[in-house]
């Protein structure tokens, strides 16, 4: 069975322009969270979806947006980047999204903005 | 707010060596605690949870218990290995109704043949 995958797994950005980082979850997940991970700020929650809807989200500016398909594959995007955006964003998705049902994380997409 | 708090390490430790890594949070209510292990260059992995006061989370040898009187949930090993070096993140989460985790800062593992 396949993993969470998020592409790309690299990305150099420069300040002021825009991103979109992809994630599939695992077939049949219908849960997507994102975090970000720095290292002053460790692992941060930025949103999860669930069925197309965002059910939770963290404490980040509205340059951060996601967006999830139909087919639960998820999209991230940051605008007008800083370069405090540099970061390992991750990508986790559940069955169901309860605590009940395990999180499954793919291996992140670095981010550096320059 | 929630947070949790951990030793950051790093910790280094001999083969067969008794490992404990602290952790205690910070929560309204009653959250559901967890410990996650990320390997070099992969994603985070559940090693453990537990879902009430007194409960005892465990897999490959790791085992954490819920200490609501203390506020904390402490991860040991017996007998570490050199395969057990990683970085391990304590988190917890209150919604239950989604995922939502608030996680510690990591300790970083290693573990000397």
């Known amino acids: 069975k396949a993993g969470v995958t998020q592409t790309p797994r690299y990305l150099i950005k420069t300040r002021g322009q825009q991103v979109t980082l992809s994630c599939s979850p695992i077939?049949?997940?219908?849960?997507v969270s994102w975090y970000q991970q720095t290292p002053g700020q460790g692992l941060q929650f930025l949103f999860e979806?669930?069925?197309?809807?965002?059910?939770n989200k963290g404490n980040f500016p509205g340059r951060f947006s996601g967006r999830q398909f139909s087919n639960s594959r998820s999209e991230m995007n940051v605008s007008t980047l800083e370069l405090g955006d540099s970061a390992l964003y991750l990508c986790?998705?559940?069955?169901?999204?309860?605590?009940?049902?395990?999180?499954?994380f793919g291996q992140g997409t670095r981010l550096t903005v320059v | 707010g929630n947070s949790v708090t951990q030793m950051e390490g790093p910790v280094t430790l001999s083969e067969e060596a008794f490992l404990t890594i602290n952790c205690t949070y910070t929560?309204?209510?009653?959250?559901?605690l967890f410990w996650y292990v990320q390997y070099p260059g992969e994603g985070l992995q559940l090693l453990l949870k537990a879902t009430k006061a007194d409960d005892k989370g465990s897999n490959k040898g790791f085992e954490a218990t819920y200490r609501k009187e203390t506020t904390s949930f402490h991860l040991e090993k017996g007998s570490v290995q050199v395969s057990d070096s990683a970085v391990y993140f304590c988190?917890?989460?209150?919604?239950?109704?989604?995922?939502?985790?608030?996680f510690g800062p990591g300790t970083r593992l290693s573990v000397l043949p």
């Open positions: 988190a917890l989460s209150r919604d239950n109704y989604g995922q939502n985790f608030v």
């Open positions: 986790a998705s559940s069955a169901q999204g309860t605590l009940n049902t395990e999180a499954f």
């Open positions: 929560a309204t209510g009653y959250p559901s």
């Open positions: 077939s049949g997940h219908r849960s």
């Open positions: 979806y669930f069925s197309e809807t965002q059910r």
